[in-house]
């Protein structure tokens, strides 16, 4: 049967449409990191909205002209976005029964829970950064742990809860050769005698960076943070 040229344009058209609708199509954005926590406010402003919490959603837009208001002892701002929520929440979220009640990361729908992810990614990248690679307290540093809404974590290029820590010039040799002959016991035993500095971290791979051999630290805790 001979196919028309119209009907294998018409094919070719509906297989990359289906490709597209089977295969996540990613995309590379470059923002300057001053823009970054405008973003994160914008996300979590809008995931906020989803679950319920309009009282805080209005915080993250609003905390400039709430903190001027506070300096001016001016608190009619509480109440009024108090009323906000009650009216948004009378209006949207009938299903909610008490006035704390709000639905969690997994339910918000409508791009909610993938706002949530992009923005709890964003924030880990900029805690890291702020604290020089290594890790710390807060919720900022936890990153997204396990997956919600439709799509997956997005990736920032560059960025890893790893920090290299180089070994001593006395050893970098012989713990090269260790390797090579897959003796890892012999090289983690050297990097116990010989780098007793190593910060407390999740997990501990030997490895190099550049031409240098050293250990890579998930997550490493500074010794004021322990």
């Known amino acids: ?34 823009q970054l926590p405008i973003m994160i406010r914008a996300l979590e402003a809008f995931s906020r909205m989803r679950s319920g919490q309009i ?25 009024s976005n108090k009323d906000i929520e009650k009216l948004i929440r009378k209006t949207y979220f009938k299903d909610l029964k ?3 009640e709000s639905f969690g990361v997994g339910q918000l729908g409508y791009g ?12 880990q990248y900029m805690a890291y950064q702020r ?6 307290f807060g919720v900022d540093f936890d990153g997204v742990i396990g997956k919600y809404g439709e799509y997956e974590k997005p990736e ?39 780098m007793k500095s190593l910060p407390r971290g999740d997990r501990y791979e030997i490895g190099f960076s ?8 998930t997550a490493p805790r500074k010794k004021e943070e322990i």
């Open 112 to 123: 909610g829970d993938d706002a949530f992810t992009i923005s709890k990614t964003l924030r």
């Open 156 to 194: 920032i290029h560059g960025f890893d809860t790893r920090k290299f820590f180089k070994a001593p010039k006395s050893i970098q040799k012989k713990l090269e050769d260790l390797i090579e002959i897959g003796n890892s016991t012999g090289a983690y035993d050297l990097i116990d005698k010989k």
């Open 98 to 100: 008490y006035d704390n």
């Open 210 to 217: 550049g031409d240098d051999w050293g250990v890579w630290v």
């Open 1 to 34: 049967m001979k196919i028309s040229k119209a009907q294998v344009r018409k094919n070719l058209k509906e297989a990359d449409k289906d490709y597209k609708k089977k295969v996540a199509q990613k995309v590379t954005i470059t923002f300057e990191e001053g």
């Open 131 to 136: 604290n020089d690679g290594y890790a710390g």
């Open 55 to 79: 009282t805080m959603a209005l915080d993250e837009v609003y905390a400039d002209k709430q903190t001027a208001l506070f300096k001016d002892k001016d608190y009619y701002h509480i109440d």
